[in-house]
């Protein structure tokens, strides 16, 4: 995606510019690179630009206005109007198409988990997950299968088959994608019953403890 901006001169920054800028439909952002530029976008061009096929992961283009030469960008922040969700601020990140980059990437759980057919509650744990890749393998998101996923199952970044040319950064075996769990009725009704046997063993044992202590102080026949 090609994104044209204007760069901002020291006359325009402030916030007093800033909303004037923005009641002009214009959008205020910041490129950081070897040299940082101020710059202001249409609203309707950083919206499709961030709306393409690879989502806020894909590689933008950011062609400042008289020049030719474009910024390999990414994103690297935004901020939203708190009520209508417009954007009213943004951070692009110029990056080189040759090194890899840390990004952070969204989970999408997909299939169905044969837990569920039985009962099973399925609960996503983590939501995202962090990634280095090259600028252009960088996911949008990675699928997750649930087709494996049974009652008192839990799945595990090291359960995720490797994305090519993407390495995860977390920790393979303390972080939870998924679980699933058993019904909420089901998982008391357990507790009960455990909580049953517990009592029986321990009734048992009791009576084992009294009995040995009655034949320790039952009289011998020597005397």
């Given at each position: ?9 020291t006359d325009e920054l402030g916030s007093r510019n ?65 009520i209508r969700g417009t954007i009213t601020h943004v ?56 087709s494996g996923l049974n009652v008192g199952d839990i ?69």
């Amino acid at each position: 995606m090609t994104l044209e901006v204007k760069e901002r001169g020291t006359d325009e920054l402030g916030s007093r510019n800033t909303k004037r800028l923005r009641r002009q439909g214009l959008i205020p952002g910041v490129l950081y690179g070897k040299t940082n530029k101020a710059f202001v976008v249409g609203e309707r061009e950083l919206r499709i630009a961030l709306t393409g096929p690879a989502g806020l992961n894909g590689i933008v283009d950011v062609v400042i206005e008289g020049q030719k030469t474009p910024h390999h960008a990414v994103l690297k922040d935004y901020q939203q109007h708190p009520i209508r969700g417009t954007i009213t601020h943004v951070d692009f990140h110029e990056v080189r198409l040759d090194q890899p980059i840390h990004a952070t990437v969204l989970v999408h759980l997909v299939g169905e988990a044969p837990g569920s057919k039985v009962g099973g509650v399925v609960q996503q744990v983590s939501r995202d997950l962090n990634v280095e890749a090259l600028p252009a393998d960088v996911p949008e998101y990675v699928e997750v299968d649930l087709s494996g996923l049974n009652v008192g199952d839990i799945l595990r970044l090291e359960d995720v088959p490797p994305v090519a040319g993407v390495k995860f950064l977390d920790d393979p075996a303390e972080t939870v994608i998924a679980n699933c769990s058993a019904p909420r009725g089901l998982a008391d009704l357990e507790a009960e019953e455990a909580e049953a046997a517990e009592g029986e063993e321990g009734a048992e044992a009791e009576a084992s403890a009294e009995a040995a202590d009655e034949g320790d102080a039952a009289p011998s026949d020597e005397e």
